[in-house]
């Protein structure tokens, strides 16, 4: 199957830093790339829908100056968690899809911690 | 809206024993469905899907059945292995513009030797 890769898959910061997470799609080009995050024990919980070239969509509640996402390429999303706290360590997963009602190709998952 | 409704873990089973994990869903129309796999620290891997009623998917020994009637899709597989020890998302895709997948809450399962 098609190959998502998410980087890093594990960081550490200082609180107040900010911290960059990519997310490539290695062999198709992503016309869609969501970003989730997951708490412990729990569901993925949607964040944001980016499309290629556009502003990306928010989910109601997510906070879009705290976490941006850039979409600048068919194959390559970024999420910038803004200015850290300890709250937002979490487990952040993308995913894409190389078109419309097609199914969606996970990456690995990147485990945050602000200390 | 729509959801996933799936039975709370976490389900603990000896190797070689059946598996069962009930999913079922609300949505208008008819969405496809998927069940995904989370290993531990990982993202989640596909491990089938179906797109319309009374498709079966199947991979690695799971099945899963598209049941319109009932609106379910139970994922099952007869002879679990401890290297199966996972959490497991039921998850739907409506047939409408926007791509979002719907998750249900995750049941985590646990094989022991």
């Known amino acids: 199957g098609a190959v998502v890769s998410q980087h890093p898959s594990w960081v550490i910061c200082k609180s107040g830093t900010s911290v960059k997470i990519e997310c490539r799609s290695l062999?198709?080009?992503?016309?869609?790339m969501f970003w989730y995050r997951q708490f412990p024990k729990q569901s993925l919980m949607l964040m944001a829908t980016s499309n290629e070239g556009s502003k990306a969509t928010y989910e109601q509640g997510v906070e879009k100056d705290k976490f941006l996402i850039n979409h600048a390429s068919l194959t390559l999303s970024t999420l910038t968690v803004t200015s850290a706290h300890p709250e937002d360590s979490s487990f952040y997963i993308c995913s894409a899809i190389p078109g419309l009602n097609t199914e969606a190709f996970f990456g690995q998952g990147t485990r945050l911690t602000v200390v | 809206g729509d959801s996933v409704t799936q039975m709370e873990g976490p389900v603990t089973l000896s190797e070689e024993a059946f598996l069962t994990i009930n999913c079922t869903y609300t949505?208008?129309?008819?969405?496809?469905l998927f069940w995904y796999v989370q290993y531990p620290g990982e993202g989640l891997q596909l491990l089938l899907k179906?797109?319309?009623?009374?498709d079966k998917g199947s991979n690695k020994g799971f099945e899963a059945t598209y049941r319109k009637e009932t609106t379910s899709f139970h994922l099952e597989k007869g002879s679990v292995q401890v290297s199966d020890s996972a959490v497991y998302f039921c998850?739907?895709?409506?047939?409408?513009?926007?791509?979002?997948?719907?998750f249900g809450g995750g049941t985590r399962v646990l094989v022991k030797p």
């Open positions: 949505a208008t129309g008819y969405p496809s």
């Open positions: 179906a797109t319309k009623a009374d």
């Open positions: 062999d198709f080009q992503a016309t869609t």
């Open positions: 998850a739907l895709l409506p047939k409408a513009a926007g791509n979002k997948l719907t």
